[in-house]
């Protein structure tokens, strides 16, 4: 594959992820590109997980969101933890209160009173 082997002259780590796409590492910071070497994502996260049920969570500045695999934040970077999506929900944690949220963000169990 051509972009994997052009790789090391631009990123310091390229990782392929679960979903076909890679985990570009540059400076110590995480972004996303394609198969043919497309950055759809800079590099400018702390941490890019794998992608569960079209999401991988993202970490930025200390906080965590959600992006999808055409490199768009889906969720903003805004908890203190969040967990993978599974079974339709992921497990967030934001001013010390733990509850679960929807694929568009939107709070399903244990919502903290706003």
């Not at 631009?10 to 796409?21: A, F, P, T």
């Not at 999401?55 to 930025?60: H, P, Q």
């Not at 203190?80 to 079974?87: P, S």
């Amino acid at each position: 594959m051509l972009f994997r082997s052009n790789w090391k002259s631009k990123y310091s780590s390229v990782d392929q992820l679960s979903n076909g796409l890679f985990k570009i590492v540059s400076q110590g910071k995480c972004g996303l590109a394609n198969a043919k070497g497309k950055v759809l994502l800079s590099p400018s996260f702390d941490f890019i997980g794998n992608f569960y049920e079209g999401l991988a969570v993202a970490k930025r500045n200390g906080k965590y969101g959600f992006v999808n695999g055409a490199g768009n934040i889906s969720i903003p970077c805004k908890y203190d933890y969040a967990d993978d999506f599974g079974g339709g929900s992921a497990t967030v944690r934001k001013d010390d209160v733990t509850f679960k949220i929807n694929s568009a963000g939107v709070c399903i169990q244990n919502c903290p009173n706003n």
